[in-house]
């Protein structure tokens, strides 16, 4: 990226994550940093945070929301506090977010990386108990095999706040940081960048690609990509809104009000896919509403899938649902649709999916 920088004048910059990503401080932060840094450089800062997503969302919608313009030279990635939250399991981490760093180094190998790890209150307690966070550990054993630099302000924010540097409920106040958490976010990662940058002489044409390693998991979401709701087959009470907005005053959030929505209430009705690939799923607004979905894989048994537990009470939340994986990676036709159509005080129950995701072999990935 320095080579980038300094002497082509050109870099491309993005910034993939959650609510902590999206809004603003640290990033702009680091947007004005580079700017001041390499004043004649033109730049393409690409804002790629979606409130409540983690690592699997992000290596599924890389192509849609990062790779636009084309390949980048500088990727800040975060996940450490949703993949938590979210409840994503052991293997889906690591998938996820080997299968960003493969799927960003597959469109450029001299791609450069940054993971951080943001802070909560989890993690600041299971320091303090002298553990490592689950999740911390997983995102590490992908940096580690792929030789990329990460950034723990969980681990930092604690150990300053034990040192009495500052508080958190006076100074930090949040997971979602005040302006003076972002700072400290900021301060990091420019000294990060400053550290490995001081040393280092920018000459043309001497730009190296990363290595490649065989990966951790075979199953890694390296060829994620969002499919539009319109490849689906529907019937009964199954439709596309183009427009959708919530009609019960519950909030959403960006990318998933005013869009197209596949809706499904009746219980008479399905959808089909046929889709290509080892891994299936739905990207939904998960709200109070939400319902109970039955599915099958290439006329399998029917299963039940229960939107409920993951569902926003307060919000109609982007939840990306993985519903089979460890598929051979051919054509297969999915199938939903809903079991439950009303809950236990009549209130109607919704099934809202903005796309479907797909995970194919590697190689299908173009150059």
């Given amino acids: 990226s320095l080579i980038k920088f300094q002497t082509e004048k050109k870099g491309r910059v993005a910034f993939l994550g959650g609510s902590i990503t999206h809004n603003g401080g640290w990033r702009d932060s680091i947007c004005n940093y580079l700017q001041n840094r390499f004043p004649e450089t033109e730049f393409d800062f690409i804002p790629a945070g979606i409130p409540s997503t983690g690592s699997t969302p992000a290596a599924f919608r890389m192509e849609r929301d990062v790779f636009a313009n084309g390949p980048v030279d500088l990727l800040f990635e975060e996940a450490a506090v949703n993949d938590a939250t979210n409840g994503r399991s052991e293997t889906e981490q690591i998938r996820a977010m080997e299968g960003i760093v493969r799927h960003a180094r597959l469109r450029n190998p001299a791609t450069d990386i940054v993971i951080m790890h943001f802070v909560d209150p989890g993690k600041m307690k299971i320091y303090r108990e002298g553990g490592i966070p689950e999740v911390i550990q997983n995102h590490e054993k992908v940096a580690i095999h792929y030789n990329i630099p990460t950034i723990n302000l969980a681990k930092e ?211």
């Fill in 157 to 367: 924010v604690t150990e300053r706040i034990d040192a009495g540097e500052f508080t958190w409920e006076n100074d930090f106040k949040n997971l979602h940081p005040s302006p003076f958490g972002q700072n400290i976010y900021y301060l990091s990662m420019k000294t990060m960048l400053e550290n490995v940058w001081k040393d280092a002489t920018a000459k043309e044409n001497n730009i190296v690609k990363h290595s490649l390693p065989k990966p951790i998991k075979d199953l890694n979401y390296s060829n994620g990509v969002l499919v539009d709701i319109s490849n689906a087959k529907r019937s009964g009470d199954w439709m596309i809104v183009d427009n959708w907005e919530p009609s019960d005053g519950v909030p959403t959030r960006p990318n998933y009000t005013k869009v197209p929505m596949l809706i499904g209430t009746n219980e008479k009705g399905k959808i089909k896919l046929e889709f290509e690939g080892n891994t299936i799923g739905i990207a939904v607004a998960a709200g109070p509403d939400a319902g109970i979905l039955e599915y099958r894989i290439d006329k399998k048994d029917w299963q039940e899938y229960d939107l409920r537990p993951r569902a926003g009470k307060s919000l109609h939340l982007p939840r990306y649902y993985t519903i089979a994986t460890d598929l051979e990676n051919k054509t297969h036709t999915m199938e939903i649709r809903m079991k439950q159509a009303d809950d236990a005080q009549g209130k109607t129950l919704a099934c809202r999916i903005r796309y479907f995701f797909v995970n194919r072999n590697e190689a299908t990935i173009p150059n």
